[in-house]
């Protein structure tokens, strides 16, 4: 079945601390990736997405992600952790053709909390 | 500034009583969603839809109703046959081809 995972339901990391969240896909063909962020009681904020050629990805607040077509992975990476990153992290992708394009399927999330 | 204004931001609702949440946006954006989102289950998708006057049952369709008479608005009725609304309600458009979603900034139902 097609799906999006992030195998880490609850991180933890200190304040200044590098951070890496995971996330995988199972789709046949590369779709779009991105990388959303929600405060508690908010929307989700799009931080960056990937949709082809270099596949390592800017994005606001300091994050970037790199995109491994052979692990079919699209980690999203911070290299010192403010203790105002600490939020509820999503990814998704959007198929890149066929009649759902437009449609974001979604990881369950990471929450990310920091240690001051 | 363009965005997504759902209403209201939080929502009380009586036992078989039908609630209607407000979804407008002003991106000019054909496409439009509605998803549910509960501790620990991520976000799962209610309706969509792609243009004005059609809209497709998403992932938890049951107990919910749509329409989009305009391509500003696509109100999400909460009706007396879902079970269990209590939850956070998140309306998005999107311009496809890999922009993502715009999110609004969602309505928290609870029954009492």
């Known amino acids: 079945a097609q799906s999006v995972t992030q195998p880490d339901i609850h991180i933890t990391v200190s304040e200044g601390a590098s951070l890496e969240l995971r996330c995988n896909y199972s789709?046949?063909?590369?779709?779009?990736l991105f990388w959303y962020v929600q405060s508690p009681g908010q929307g989700l904020q799009l931080l960056l997405k990937?949709?082809?050629?270099?596949?390592l990805v800017q994005g606001i607040k300091g994050f970037e992600a790199e995109f491994k077509r052979s692990q079919s992975s699209f980690n999203l990476r911070k290299p010192s952790v403010h203790w105002s990153d600490a939020a509820e992290y999503f990814c998704?992708?959007?198929?890149?053709?066929?009649?759902?394009?437009?449609?974001?399927?979604f990881g369950r999330g990471t929450q990310l909390t920091v240690w001051p | 500034d363009g965005g997504i204004t759902q209403s209201p931001k939080y929502l009380f609702r009586k036992e078989g009583q039908n609630v209607t949440l407000s979804c407008e946006q002003n991106?000019?954006?054909?496409?439009m969603y509605w998803y549910r989102q509960d501790p620990g289950q991520g976000l799962r998708l209610i309706y969509y839809?792609?243009?004005?006057?059609?809209?497709q049952k998403g992932d938890i369709a049951e107990g919910y109703s749509v329409s989009r008479e305009k391509k500003e608005s696509f109100p999400l009725t909460v009706t007396s046959a879902q079970k269990n609304p209590t939850a956070f309600y998140l309306c998005?458009?999107?311009?496809?081809?890999?922009?993502?979603?715009?999110f609004g900034s969602g309505t928290r139902l609870t029954v009492v």
């Open positions: 991106l000019n954006h054909d496409a």
């Open positions: 998704a992708v959007e198929l890149a053709r066929g009649s759902t394009l437009g449609r974001l399927y």
């Open positions: 990937y949709f082809s050629g270099d596949t």
């Open positions: 998005a458009s999107i311009h496809p081809g890999g922009y993502g979603y715009t």
């Open positions: 789709y046949g063909a590369t779709p779009y």
């Open positions: 839809s792609q243009i004005v006057n059609d809209f």
